[in-house]
């Protein structure tokens, strides 16, 4: 009888701690557009004891988000419908807590610097073995931040070189005629003396400094100086 008792005990305490487990689980989404990726990180990490959830894209992402609170989003750099930086942003403005943790084939300066200015907790290369992939996961996770050796690498010898690379990287999300404008704009000449500089149009350069404010997430021509000479451009 007192056998009885005790396994009748443990099934009924067993949904209870089912749900703990659950909420002390960590919640994962994989961004990316390979199917062949999504599908081994959701198992790898499913394994690990992680909540994995995909998206292919983007917008796929963003309806996720919007319909659980996620820890974690894992996610690469190109995608369909837009960048991993843009995602980056979005991500974190809809919902702070969110941490990022991009990986992606490149790990080229401007990627490097645009993912950490877009507020990504960590920076991962694909092909990384799974223990490097997992720390990053779990540490970025817990609330850390990491990055690969290859990557830390490449942003010691970019804060090294700062004095000597005044704008270059600074704006990664701006083309480089784009980035030409912007150093223009914050020098103080005019759209019309713009155009005549760069031998364009009026309606191209006031086309070119929109785009500029709009990526930069300025609303005047005073706001993207003050970020421009800030960085280094316009001297």
């Known amino acids: 009888m007192f056998g009885d008792c005790v396994r009748e005990l443990q099934e009924g305490l067993q949904p209870r701690y089912q749900l703990m487990n659950q909420r002390q689980r960590k919640s994962i989404l994989v961004v990316d557009d390979d199917i062949n990726v999504t599908d081994s990180l959701r198992l790898f990490l499913s394994d690990e004891g992680f ?3 995909t998206a292919p894209n983007v917008t796929k992402a963003g309806v996720v988000l919007r319909e659980q609170q996620l ?3 894992l996610t690469d750099l190109c995608l369909p419908d837009g960048t991993g930086i843009d995602a980056t942003r979005a991500i974190l403005a ?9 990986m992606t084939m490149s790990a080229d300066d401007d990627a490097v610097v645009g993912s950490m200015r877009a ?6 290369v694909k092909g990384a073995g799974r223990a490097d992939v997992l720390h990053a996961v779990r540490t970025v996770a817990a609330g850390g931040a990491v990055f690969s050796p290859a990557v830390a690498d490449r942003l010691g010898g970019f804060f090294g070189s700062l004095g000597t690379l005044p704008g270059r990287t600074a704006f990664p999300e701006l083309t480089e005629r784009e980035r030409e404008v912007l150093d223009l704009v914050a020098r103080g000449y005019d759209n019309r003396r713009i155009a005549r500089e760069l031998v364009l149009s009026d309606k191209t350069v006031r086309n070119h400094v929109s785009h500029v404010m709009t990526k930069l997430d300025v ?3 005073a706001a993207a100086v003050v970020r421009a000479r800030n960085a280094g451009l316009g001297t």
């Open 219 to 221: 609303t005047d021509r």
């Open 119 to 124: 507020g990504a907790r960590g920076y991962v």
């Open 94 to 102: 809809a919902t702070p807590a969110t941490r990022v943790l991009v």
């Open 71 to 73: 820890d974690l989003v």
């Open 51 to 53: 909540e994995v959830l």
